[in-house]
């Protein structure tokens, strides 16, 4: 007796403690990186956990000091004034971009199932809150205000067969309350990240925005967090990656977590590396060397892909790309993995090496590898090459050989067109409709089986002529015969399945009703070496009706302009916070900073050879021809100035 009236009152003190909620967490030591446990559950007080309370869903604590309200689609969150959490405005395209493409894909898989899925906000004005346009925060800190209406229908939780989503990289959890909030059919989202201050914020924001049965905070490295759901088999239908800079480490982990068939998206905002800058840093990250051509924004594109498929194929998968965007400073992309044998011994057939003219800008794709029809199925092999010879036919200049990239379309088009449908019925759902039914209008009209593009800048500043309009140009092309589009990669950018040689013939007969000055093209040039050449065919550059394509006719916005200065990237979030200066204010800052000090001193032991009066400099000027800093005589008003190793500086006169 004594031992049983003992057990329930221990009995009820565990339970009572157990249900008590805990502090929120307010350094690293508070979330331990999880162990093994099913990914999306919150295991019981006294467990290493790393996914935030339940209690906290009712929880309307206020913030502290300095922050501010940000508004975006459906969203409002908190936001500290310091750098502790990254946000930027500029996503807030990419962000409305991957609401409507998660919300046709959700039909899209549980369409079959036999589930209707209507999208929150469909069909009404979305809520902006205290926010100024798209992504803008309000100078006011949140001091009372109520927390923003919720939306049951965008909300509502799917148990039975919906989808598990995973923000890897989730900063604030703006992107994940979006999706509880916007994306119908999802019956978990996990919204991660590794900073402890970034899982407390979204825990208030969760709350603040009434998610809490959708959305579950966590706090691990992603990419322990992913290979642990593949260990645990249980896979992410949605993985959603968006770093700071590269992707690179997290895409080996992306493509074994999630689930067949499912969809990542994957942001890319390192440009300088993707477009050519750093041809070395690209290989060492995705396996290809990038090129700086005027294609290089649509390369980047094929760059990332061919390292998505690349990384899958080592586990028997392969990707099916439904949708890739150049915008702004980045590159997003869509892609769904598979798992089949058969088909990834097709990937070295949708691969390309680029060969490209460092004179003349022609360039030529190598597949490789070749996919034969053999009886019911395909025989694979080797490629054969090249496809041009020691030098470029039309200059006779060197080539460069960048990739592998990715050769197949870019786009699933149906896909587009379902993404472009569901807009057209909501005109009103997000910031960026307007933007968002350009791009993709331009992306269902380009063609998808031609890698690659020119730019009629390129084309015309090669032989030094007047660039012809985009219409007149397009124009040539479709009365040669071949097929023309346009891409919203580059305003100026001509996508068409004509050889090199005709757009060269064209350009000819262009030049002969705006002659160029020939007496001033060196023998060698390459505009000298194309001109020389007689066309083989007659351009007509009469204006077509179908040059011009449907987007542009009804005056899309492509390719809007920014609607404030300096629109772009941000200062990246600190561990320890500290408010982030503007990027004026930085370039404010480091300007002269070789020239001028605070204290009046010199900033360097030797003059900048960008200061040529000063005696013995460094550079040509400053000490001769050969000087450099072995020493030399100086050569402007200075008095005998030596290098270096040579002896004492000169001397002002």
């Known amino acids: 007796m004594r031992n049983g009236g003992r057990a329930a009152p221990q009995a009820r003190q565990v339970e009572r403690r157990n249900s008590t909620p805990p502090p929120p967490p307010s350094s690293p030591s508070s979330f331990p990186l999880p162990l093994r446990f099913p990914l999306g559950t919150r295991p019981a007080a006294g467990i290493g956990r790393a996914v935030y309370p339940d209690p906290l869903r009712g929880i309307k604590a206020p913030p502290g000091a300095g922050e501010t309200l940000i508004s975006e689609g459906q ?48 069909g009404r004005r979305s809520v902006r809150g205290a926010g100024h346009g798209v992504g803008g925060a309000s100078p006011c800190p949140y001091i009372g205000v109520p927390p923003p209406p919720r939306h049951p229908m965008g909300s509502a939780v799917c148990p039975q067969g919906g989808l598990r989503v995973l923000e890897a990289l989730a900063a604030s959890g703006l992107r994940s309350i979006r999706f509880a909030k916007e994306v119908p059919g999802l019956r978990a989202v996990v ?38 759901s593949k260990a645990d088999k249980e896979p992410f239908d949605v993985i959603d990656l968006d770093p700071y800079g590269s992707p690179a480490p997290f895409l080996d982990a992306a493509v074994q977590a999630v689930s067949e068939g499912g969809l990542l998206c994957v942001t890319c905002t390192d440009m300088a590396v993707l ?35 690349r990384r899958a194929n080592c586990y028997q998968r392969f990707i099916a790309p439904l949708l890739a965007v150049s915008a702004d400073f980045y590159i997003r992309v869509f892609v769904r993995v598979f798992t089949g044998q058969a088909k990834v011994k097709a990937s070295a057939s949708k691969q390309a090496l680029v060969y490209h003219c460092v004179g003349c800008g022609t360039h030529h794709l190598q597949r490789m590898g070749k996919a034969t029809a053999h009886g019911n199925g395909f025989k694979y092999g080797a490629a054969t090459g090249p496809p041009v010879g020691p030098t470029c036919e039309f200059c006779h200049q060197r080539h460069q050989l960048g990739g592998p990239i990715w050769a ?23 910031p960026t409709q307007e933007r968002l039914r350009g791009v993709l209008s331009g992306i269902a009209e380009e063609l998808s089986d031609v890698p690659l593009y020119y730019t009629l800048e390129g084309l015309s500043s090669t032989i030094h002529c007047n660039t012809p ?77 179908d040059a011009n394509p449907s987007s542009r006719k009804r005056g899309l916005k492509r390719f809007p302009e ?17 408010i982030s200066p503007s990027l004026q204010e930085k370039r404010q800052r480091l300007q002269n900073k070789r020239t001028q000090r605070p204290d009046g001193a010199d900033p360097k032991p030797f003059p900048c050879k960008r200061h040529k009066e000063v005696g013995g400099g460094t550079g040509q000027e400053g000490l001769g021809r050969r000087g450099g800093t072995r020493g030399g005589l100086g050569t402007r008003r200075d008095k005998g100035g030596q290098g270096t190793r040579g002896g004492q500086w000169g001397a002002w006169e």
């Open 408 to 430: 197949e379309p870019l786009h699933d088009v149906p896909f587009v067109q379902r993404v472009l449908a569901a807009l057209e019925r909501s005109p009103r759902r997000f």
């Open 562 to 578: 920014n609607p404030e200065a300096f629109w772009g990237p941000k200062a990246k979030a600190k561990a320890g916070g500290g």
């Open 75 to 122: 969203a409002t969150i908190l936001f500290p004034s310091a750098n502790e959490v990254f946000y930027n405005p500029v996503q807030g395209f990419n962000r409305d971009l991957t609401c409507a493409v998660l919300t046709e894909f959700a039909r899209l898989l549980l369409q079959p199932k036999g589930i209707r899925a209507p999208a929150g906000g469909e």
């Open 191 to 228: 919204a991660n990240d590794c900073s402890a201050r970034a899982v407390e914020l979204m825990g208030r924001n969760v709350a603040f925005n009434g998610v809490g049965a959708l959305v579950t905070p966590h706090m691990a490295d992603a990419r322990l967090l992913m290979y642990q």
């Open 275 to 309: 477009a050519g800058n750093s041809a070395e840093t690209c290989y060492s990250k995705y396996g290809a060397m990038s090129l700086k051509g005027k294609f290089c924004h649509e390369m980047a594109l094929r760059i990332i892909l061919h390292s998505l498929d």
């Open 469 to 545: 309009s985009l219409l007149q140009f397009s124009s040539a092309l479709l009365h040669a015969g071949y097929r023309v589009s346009l891409s919203h990669a580059c305003r100026t950018a001509v996508k068409t399945d004509a050889p090199p040689a005709v757009l060269w013939d064209i350009l000819r007969c262009w030049v002969r009703l705006h002659p160029v000055k020939r007496e001033r093209l060196t023998e060698s040039s390459p505009a000298a070496r194309i001109l020389a050449v007689e066309p083989t065919l007659e351009a007509s550059f009469t204006v077509r009706a």
